[in-house]
């Protein structure tokens, strides 16, 4: 009698285990992401005119959208660590740029995260419009890998320069403004010194 | 008193005594697995004590090194050394880094002394005595681990590959000869990976 008391307890402890392990196993086995790497809208190609849904549901256009010096696209998240230490810096830039004619966009790629979420986020952090890339369509056109990545493109719909936003993830150390030197550089008719800039950043996540 | 009351009475007493070790077991159990997940649970309250003089404990010292490093160190470990290498570079804060870390070790344990695995973390430097080695420790990871700090990521994500933008993770395999010959910006695919490293 007693042997089978233990016999009980060790099922128990053994079926305990295995919950615990096939729960790993299935939650790890959830996840679903593919992120191939795409070629790169190359700097100085046109990028076509697009539309996409913004946080309303109301569907917007590139064209529409710009200012009359251009647009800078802004490949964020609602949830990527990065994104967040960024997030501050994003919205600086925004408010500067638009007073020289460049309208900042948002645009959320990661099939990850609801259009709820990415709308109350974007309600939250920015004062500029947000869209949203369902099925990655404009990420894989661009070539877009990370949040954040930049795409600077001046009134002619022409790709100055792409990618990160500085070189600090932190804030804490930037001694390159890699995307505020581009556009300063072209609103006052200078070549661009750096046209592209990768730095470390989260996956978007794709569908 | 008659045999059958005597038999009964027995009876009872076997039941209560199944009953009450089945109990009791059962409660050991419980208490051991609370023990287990406090035990995992323990590993995160490491490094606190780390830096108390005189808490040199066993936990402690199991804590793995993790060695700093800048643009021109990351080249010298992508140096063939005649062994195939295996790098993935992660972050604590990179959600899909920390759920692929469990197969990254289990290869790295099956494949030991046949290819070299490094990790390296793209944390804020102020987490290299920190969250870094403290996953680690709870990974049980046994490869050497370093960070990367530069000011011109781009020059050192351009020495690991042409095609990563900078999304972590990203993992990549090199045969004996420094060639590519598999990687994966994003969770990397366990038996793809696998089945690259048997052909090697």
């Not at chain 1, 500067?96 to 790629?109: L, R, T």
């Not at chain 2, 793209?122 to 700090?149: C, T």
Request: overall charge neutral; some cysteine; glycine content about 8%.
């Amino acid at each position: 009698m007693k042997k089978l008391g233990f016999l009980a307890a060790a099922i128990f402890a053994i079926v305990a285990i295995v919950a615990g392990t096939a729960f790993v196993y299935f939650n790890n086995a959830k996840w679903n992401e593919d992120t191939n790497a795409y070629a790169d809208l190359a700097v100085g190609a046109t990028v076509d005119n697009f539309s996409l849904v913004d946080t309303n549901g109301a569907e917007k256009s590139f064209n529409d959208l710009k200012g009359k010096n251009g647009a800078i696209l802004v490949f964020v998240s609602a949830q990527c660590p990065v994104v967040k230490q960024y997030n501050e810096r994003i919205s600086g830039f925004a408010a500067d740029f638009a007073a020289k004619g460049i309208n900042v966009i948002g645009i959320n790629s990661n099939h990850t995260e609801s259009p709820e979420w990415v709308k109350s986020h974007a309600a939250e952090k920015y004062k500029f419009p947000v869209l949203i890339d369902k099925g990655n369509v404009l990420a894989d056109k661009l070539g877009a890998e990370v949040t954040p990545e930049t795409f600077y493109v001046n009134e002619k719909n022409v790709l100055i320069y792409h990618g990160a936003i500085d070189n600090s993830r932190s804030g804490g150390d930037i001694t390159e403004n890699y995307l505020r030197d581009a556009v300063e550089a072209n609103l006052s008719g200078k070549p661009v010194a750096r046209k592209n800039a990768n730095a470390f950043g989260c996956n978007i996540k794709r569908v | 008193m008659n045999t059958k009351k005597v038999y009964s009475e027995r009876k009872q007493r076997n039941n209560f005594l199944f009953l009450r070790s089945a109990f009791f077991s059962l409660l050991t159990s419980v208490f051991c697995l609370s023990l287990l997940f406090l035990f995992s649970c323990q590993s995160q309250t490491r490094q606190s004590k780390e830096n108390t003089p005189g808490a040199q404990t066993k936990a402690v010292s199991e804590l793995p090194p993790v060695t700093q490093i800048d643009a021109s160190g990351l080249k010298d470990l992508l140096k063939p050394n005649g062994k195939p290498l295996l790098i993935n570079f992660w972050a604590t804060w990179c959600g899909p880094c920390r759920e692929e870390f469990p197969d990254l070790v289990r290869i790295g344990a099956n494949y030991k002394g046949q290819i070299d695995l490094i990790t390296v973390s793209l944390d804020d430097l102020s987490e290299i005595n920190g969250e870094v080695p403290k996953f680690l420790a709870q990974m049980k990871s046994e490869s050497p681990g370093y960070l990367l700090k530069t000011q011109d990521e781009d020059a050192a994500i351009g020495l690991v590959s042409k095609d990563w933008q900078g999304g972590l993770p990203f993992t990549i395999l090199f045969n004996a000869q420094g060639e590519t010959v598999y990687s994966k910006q994003g969770k990397f695919e366990a038996d793809v990976l696998v089945a690259e490293i048997e052909k090697l």
